[in-house]
């Protein structure tokens, strides 16, 4: 149940995110040179999608969303996966696959 609340307010701030962008609405992780600085697990560029975060209008939406579900990877509101008490690891699930 809470994996599927986590994925409906990852959804909605995934749409709020790219309303705001084709909105016109200067969104640093949508914009920016170096869009994967946001998933790098190194400390320099998290250190610079966190620079970017704090310019974002979105911050606070997105901080609350990382912090509230402990988002395991990426820089999300300008807070790091060890800010939210995490290690970097993939968001996706392994899956079994039968054949
Ligand atoms: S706060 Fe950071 S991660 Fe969230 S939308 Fe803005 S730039 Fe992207």
């Not at 310019?55 to 509230?68: G, M, Q």
């Not at 939210?84 to 079994?96: A, D, E, I, W, Y």
């Amino acid at each position: 149940m809470t994996e599927l609340i986590a994925d409906t307010e990852h959804n909605k701030l995934m749409t709020a995110i790219s309303e705001a962008h084709q909105g016109g609405e200067p969104i640093p992780c949508m914009t920016s040179t170096r869009p994967l600085d946001w998933i790098s697990d190194t400390t320099a560029d998290q250190r610079r999608a966190v620079a970017g975060c704090a310019v974002c209008p979105l911050a606070p939406k997105c901080r609350d969303y990382a912090t509230t579900f402990k988002e395991p990877a990426g820089v999300w509101g300008g807070t790091t996966p060890t800010d939210r008490g995490r290690t970097q690891m993939p968001r996706l699930k392994k899956v079994q696959v039968t054949k």
